[in-house]
Nanobody, 122 residues
Framework: VQLQASGGGLVQAGGSLRLSCAASGRTYTSGAWFRQAPGREREFVATISWSGSTTDYADSVKERFTISRDNAKNTVYLQMDSLKPEDTAVYSC??????????????????WGQGTQVTVSS
């Protein structure tokens, strides 16, 4: 499985961006977004089940970010609203092996995209 992340960019605080993660084929598993800011460890952002019926978010992004998916397009999205300067990071998408349930753990994800830079100016 190959993943291609896109949609990052520079935005002012309070603005919005939508990230996309396109897979090379059907994954039949949960997907997630993680981020890594300079000098910090990679951290969990959001995850979604294969059906899209179950989601989970980090407390820092809850009520501001929305994860969704379109399985017909093999794509997982991350809608980011009310962005803050502390959201600045490289955002990476990931998927588990087939039939994996949602998880916040980096170690549970097998396939990773290349990352897309999100910069929020104050």
């Amino acid at each position: 499985v190959q993943l291609q992340a896109s949609g990052g960019g520079l935005v002012q605080a309070g603005g919005s961006l939508r990230l996309s993660c396109a897979a090379s084929g059907r994954t039949y598993t949960s997907g997630a977004w993680f981020r890594q800011a300079p000098g910090r460890e990679r951290e969990f952002v959001a995850t979604i089940s294969w059906s899209g019926s179950t989601t989970d978010y980090a407390d820092s992004v809850k009520e501001r970010f929305t994860i969704s998916r379109d399985n017909a397009k093999n794509t997982v999205y991350l809608q980011m609203d009310s962005l803050k300067p502390e959201d600045t990071a490289v955002y990476s998408c990931a998927v588990r092996r087939p039939f994996g349930v949602i998880s916040r753990l980096i170690i549970d994800y097998t396939y990773w995209g290349q990352g897309t830079q999100v910069t929020v100016s104050s």
